[in-house]
C-alpha cells in the first residue's frame, strides 16, 4: 500500500473508532439516565377522531377505551352538551366506557359570537357544564387568524384569559391555553407566546403545551420548562414526520423524542397528557391512536 493510502485508511479508521465511541458513550448515558419510569395512563383528544365521533359518539368512545385510553379531552362543546348528547347523557356514557374527562377545550367566540359558553358569551355556561362532568382543566384550544394579527391582540387575550381563570377558579377548574405553530412567531420584534406567559397571572393561567406545534414553530420545549417551570401542567402528544412538510405522524414514528421530554415532566409540571392528531395519511384515524396509544405504554424514560 501507497504512503498516500496508508495515512488516508488510518485516519478514516481513526474517525470511525471515534465515531463508533461516541456512540456507544451515548448509548451507555442514555442507559444510565433512565429511570425505569413508564408514563401512567393518559387520555385522547377526541378532535383526533372528530368524524367518527360525529357520526356515532358511543361507538367511538367504546373503541377508545377498548384501546386502553382512560381519560378523553373534548373539543366538542357547542353551549348545548357534547357530540350530540347533552351533558348528563354524555356523563353517563362517559361512565359506563370507563373513561373520565379532565380537560375541555373552549374558544374566545370571536367567530361564533352568538354561541353559548365561549369565553365572551356565558362563560358561566361552560363552567357549569364541564363541572358537572368532572373537568378539572378548561382550555383555549385556537385563535383564529383574524385575532391574532397584533401584538395588540394578544394582550387582549391575555387580559380575557386572567379575567376567565378568576371565574374558572371559583368552579375548581384550571384554565389553560394551546399552542400551535403562530404563537412562536414574532409581530414587531414580540414573541406572542412570551407575550401571554409574562402578561397572564401565573397562580391563574397555565398552558397546555403543543409538542408537535412547538416544534413546528421552532421553538425549545425543554427552554420554556426551564424558564417557566410548572407553567405547562397538561400536554398534547403527537409526533412529526421526517420530510420537508414535517407532517402529523404517530407518537414514536416521527422525530420528536419523547422519551427525552417526559425527563422534564417534573420540571414542566406535568399532570396529565393527550395524544392528539390533527390529520392521517394512509391510516385510519382509530388504528392511528391504538399505534400511538401502544407506543407510549412501551417506552420507560
Known sequence: MKRRQFTKSSALAIASFFLLKCKMQQTVQAASDATG????????QLWSVRDAIATDPIATLKTISNIGYTDVES???????????DTKTFKS?????GLTMK???CSTGWNAPDQKGTLTNQWEKFLVDHKEIGVSSAVCGYLHEGERQSIDDYKRHADLFNRCAEKAKEYGIKFMHHNHDFEFFPINNQVPYDLLLKETEKDLVNFEMDLYWIKKGNADAFKYFENHPGRFPVWHV???DDTEKQFFTEVGSGIIDY????????????ENFYVEQDAFKNIAPLTSVKQSHDYLKSIEY
Open 93 to 97: 356514557v362517559l361512565s359506563d366506557m
Open 75 to 85: 373539543a366538542g362543546y357547542n353551549g348545548e352538551g357534547f357530540y350530540g348528547l
Open 259 to 270: 422519551v427525552a421530554l417526559f425527563r422534564k415532566a417534573e420540571q414542566a409540571g406535568l
Open 37 to 44: 419510569q413508564k408514563v401512567d395512563d393518559f387520555g385522547l
Open 103 to 105: 380537560s375541555g377545550h
Open 238 to 240: 403527537k409526533d412529526m
